[in-house]
């Protein structure tokens, strides 16, 4: 299965999923705000804890530049509850059980693994602008540190 090519200033994938609450997010209801979506693999792993605290760790200067920063993974909007108040997160996490955002992102495929291939949530970034287009895309990311970088080629790109 390939992945998805997300093109950096072509039109961000529309999508609507609950969030740790159930409520309905939509990348329609965003308009005019920055963007970051980021995949993870799962709720309360040791990488994708040390993303979403960084996210968390960053968030008001996430806030300052006008972006909110939505989390996205298979896990159930329980999950991410428990995730949530287990760490004190600030971010917002999505739930997507059938892949059907991360296979549009590129972020559902094949993954290699010490030297294992499997199919899975591959762990990346995309950072969509208030117009709703894909102004950069993170394909591999690695957890530790990545949120400076989110937040850095935020600040810039909207310096101009």
């Not at 994708?48 to 806030?63: D, S, V």
């Not at 300052?64 to 971010?91: M, N, Q, T, W």
Request: proline share 5%; net charge neutral; charged share 20%.
């Amino acid at each position: 299965m390939g992945r998805t090519a997300i093109a950096v200033g072509a039109k961000a994938p529309a999508f609507s999923l609950p969030d740790q609450s159930g409520g309905k997010v939509a990348l329609s209801g965003l308009a005019e705000r920055w963007v970051v979506l980021y995949f993870y693999p799962k709720d309360d792993t040791p990488g994708c804890t040390t993303e979403a605290c960084e996210f968390t760790e960053g968030i008001a200067a996430f806030a300052g530049l006008d972006a909110i920063v939505l989390g996205c993974s298979a896990d159930s909007p329980e999950s991410h509850r428990k995730f949530i108040a287990k760490y004190g997160l600030k971010v917002t996490l999505l739930s997507d059980p059938d892949h059907a955002v991360m296979q549009a992102y590129g972020a559902w495929g094949e993954k290699t693994s010490y030297g294992r291939t499997t199919t899975g949530v591959i762990r990346s970034t995309v950072l969509i602008d208030p117009k709703g287009d894909v102004a950069y895309h993170w394909p591999n990311v690695k957890a530790a540190g990545h949120a400076e970088a989110v937040r850095a080629k935020l600040a810039a790109l909207r310096a101009g």
